[in-house]
Nanobody, 115 residues
Framework: EVQLVESGGGLVQTAGSLRLSCAAS????????MSWVRQAAGQGLEWVASISPSGGTIFYKDSVKGRFTISRDNAKATVYLQMNSLKREDTAAYYCSTSRGGSPRGQGTQVTVSS
């Protein structure tokens, strides 16, 4: 059974930083593309970033390029999202997933950016 557990969210001021983590189990993590998706209140799921199994190929949503960094540690079966220069529009529940569509995903971690 795929299990994904996100952590690291919280309340941060505009221009601040947070680092999200996602611990994975129940599948061969080192062979899987991993993604981060987010969902703002009342909105649909939005893809944010993806990373290849080796970490050598990375994709970002345009609005987070230069501010967010996705990375992974295959030995720890963990994927990360370093978020810098946060904006109010980054406020959302963040999920890691084995797909860009966000399924399956964990329980999420809330990120709230205040001015």
């Amino acid at each position: 059974e795929v299990q994904l557990v996100e952590s690291g969210g919280g309340l941060v001021q505009t221009a601040g930083s947070l680092r999200l983590s996602c611990a994975a189990s129940g599948f061969t993590f080192s062979a899987a593309y991993m993604s981060w998706v987010r969902q703002a209140a009342g909105q649909g799921l939005e893809w944010v970033a993806s990373i290849s199994p080796s970490g050598g190929t990375i994709f970002y949503k345009d609005s987070v390029k230069g501010r967010f960094t996705i990375s992974r540690d295959n030995a720890k079966a963990t994927v990360y999202l370093q978020m810098n220069s946060l904006k109010r529009e980054d406020t959302a529940a963040y999920y890691c997933s084995t797909s860009r569509g966000g399924s399956p995903r964990g329980q999420g971690t809330q990120v709230t950016v205040s001015s």
